[in-house]
């Protein structure tokens, strides 16, 4: 199975922060990277696709990048809505396999 | 726009078979270069993919359930299921249907965009 090592598994910023988050993978995935953003209590929602496609309806403050093993989920400038547990999930092979999450908080 | 509904019971003994269907509303959910998922999520194990249905009748389990679980698909009824068998606490979680495109057709978006609500399941006597 390809494991997915998410950092840092919470961060603390304020709003209009730039946020970071990072995913690495166990092996190379080329872009088949997917992240998505989970609220409390609601099924995952999916943000980029392909490690940096950005969903349609998705606020461009969302990016994503990298390829291979290493990979970025970016928010510019936190808005109060972003609050939420942040999800990479590699798409390369089945077992699909899930990071840890990042929860987000202000 | 597509949407799930996973419906079954809340509560299952130790030992027992957990049964879940997810209700589609339209047809969309076999639609060419689609996976129908199921997916669960615990505090203890995150999010985990059970398996999934392809389009095509494909079906594709995670090694780690792949003898304890048994998706099917019901295409007339827009419906799709999963028996998981001989449960344990440790598979007390929110279980989600989904609908993922596939990587290999360039159609589709290669990622997860509809998910149910989510249902959740607690194995207890």
């Known amino acids: 199975d390809i494991q997915m090592t998410q950092s840092p598994p919470s961060v603390s910023a304020s709003i209009g922060d730039r946020v970071t988050i990072t995913c690495r993978a166990s092996q190379d995935l080329g872009n088949w990277l997917v992240w998505y953003q989970q609220k409390s209590g609601k099924a995952p929602n999916l943000l980029i696709y392909?490690?940096?496609s950005l969903q349609t309806g998705v606020p461009s403050r969302f990016s994503g990048s990298g390829s291979g093993t290493d990979f970025t989920l970016t928010i510019n400038s936190l808005q109060p809505e972003d609050i939420a547990t942040y999800y990479c999930?590699?798409?390369?092979?089945?077992?699909?396999?899930f990071g840890g999450g990042t929860k987000v908080e202000i | 726009q597509l949407q799930l509904q996973e419906s079954g019971p809340g509560l299952v003994k130790p030992s027992e078979t957990l049964s879940l269907t997810c209700i589609a509303s339209d047809a969309s959910i076999t639609a060419s270069g689609y996976y129908r998922d199921w997916v669960r999520q615990s505090p203890e194990k995150g999010l985990e993919w059970i398996g999934s249905l392809y389009y095509n009748g494909d079906i594709y389990y995670n090694p780690s359930l792949k003898s304890r679980v048994t998706i099917s698909g019901d295409t007339s009824k827009n419906q799709f299921s999963l028996k998981l068998n001989s449960v344990t606490a440790a598979d007390t979680a929110t279980y989600f249907c989904?609908?993922?495109?596939?990587?290999?057709?360039?159609?589709?978006?290669?990622?997860?965009?509809?998910w149910g609500q989510g249902t959740t399941v607690t194995v207890s006597s």
């Open positions: 989904a609908r993922r495109g596939s990587r290999t057709n360039m159609s589709v978006i290669p990622g997860t965009e509809v």
């Open positions: 999930q590699q798409a390369y092979s089945v077992p699909l396999t």
């Open positions: 392909k490690a940096s």
